[in-house]
């Protein structure tokens, strides 16, 4: 696989950027806390999304491969990074159809963690020892 980024940047530190890809086109910047505008993502918001969406995707394709009747799917993820500490949380919820059984519900549970361990860019991120946790919510409408 190979993939292509494209960053131009405009205006020094102060300034901002674009960060284009195949399917990404994004505004980037340096945060107001480094001294720059924060008029865009900054490297950890790529970083973390990136991750993100990697978890996001396994997790579809772990669910559909278990043919589970989804009728919602939203992730959130929370970065936390200080100097000795860098650890993403990933908050799955899982909405089922109603009338799913407790077997599928179990295999939504079971999903995420799946899920997780199939995320190639999440394990690259472990070997640099960023911690990945999921805490989920499996629930039927």
């Known amino acids: 696989m190979k993939i292509n980024v494209n960053a131009v940047w405009d205006g020094g530190v102060k300034g901002n950027g674009t960060l284009r890809a195949e399917s990404l086109n994004t505004k980037i910047a340096i945060p107001t806390a480094k001294g720059g505008s924060g008029n865009g993502a ?3 918001e790529v ?3 990136s991750v993100t969406t990697c978890y996001t995707a396994m997790l579809v394709f772990t669910l559909e491969s278990r043919k589970l009747p989804v009728a919602e799917l939203t992730v959130n993820s929370e970065a936390n990074i200080s100097d000795n500490e860098f650890k993403i ?4 919820h899982i909405v089922l159809s109603a009338g799913a059984s407790e077997e599928q519900i179990q295999s939504a ?3 995420m963690e799946a899920a997780d361990k199939g995320c190639e860019v999440g394990n690259l991120l472990k070997k640099a020892d960023v911690k990945i946790e999921i805490q989920g919510k499996v629930s039927s409408k």
Request: cysteine-free; glycine content about 0%.
């Open 42 to 44: 900054n490297p950890k």
């Open 89 to 92: 949380i990933h908050y799955p």
């Open 47 to 49: 970083l973390v999304s």
């Open 109 to 111: 549970q079971r999903a």
